[in-house]
């Protein structure tokens, strides 16, 4: 299920950018759920209370994976609003934008504050799935099928993307 999700999430970004090279590591996007997680292992998976009660009630991996939800959300926009600068929207200036760079430093910087949280950390972001089993497989499906509801209709388009913007207008799409 792990695999399927980023699957389809790399797929989605590199039609829709237009690249190849797109992918959530150059896009920032899994160096903000780097972050995200990072800051919620650090504060010992007490992030319902650091985040004024909103994730009350979640157990420890489900606090991680909503504060990884929520950095990478957050590094998506970032690098998104970088790149409409002056007003027009260009895939290679979203793809160029120094997000990761930056959500590394913080990653790094909270690495250095708390020492007792490091090797979670690393293991975090290395990707281990030590200590999941079947009850893990809700959380995955609460993530892998909306993104799938969102990608799956839109296969065509990404299609047509692919063609390249002149193309795609031609076949109907508004680029």
């Keep these: 299920l ?3 999700a980023l699957a389809v999430a790399g797929v989605a970004l590199q039609g829709v950018l237009r690249n190849p ?3 959530p590591f150059t896009l920032g996007i899994s ?3 780097a972050c995200g997680a990072s800051m919620a292992i650090a504060l010992g998976g007490t992030l319902g209370i650091w985040a004024g009660g909103l994730a009350v009630g979640l157990s420890a991996a489900a606090t991680v994976s909503l504060a990884a939800l929520l950095g990478s959300l957050m590094a998506l926009g970032g690098a998104l609003w970088l790149g409409s600068g002056q007003g027009s929207f260009r895939c290679e200036t979203v793809i160029l934008a120094a997000v990761a760079a ?3 430093a913080v990653v790094a910087l909270v690495k250095a504050l708390n020492e007792e949280s490091v090797t979670s950390i690393v ?3 290395m990707g281990s799935l030590q200590g999941r089993g079947w009850d893990s497989v809700p959380l995955l499906l609460a993530t892998l099928l909306p993104g799938l509801l969102v990608v799956l209709p839109g296969w065509r388009k990404l299609d047509m993307l692919a063609l390249g913007d002149e193309q795609a207008a031609h076949l109907g799409l508004a680029v």
């Design 31 to 33: 160096a903000g759920a």
């Design 102 to 104: 930056f959500l590394g």
């Design 21 to 23: 090279l797109a992918d």
């Design 123 to 125: 293991f975090w972001i």
């Design 2 to 4: 792990c695999g399927g």
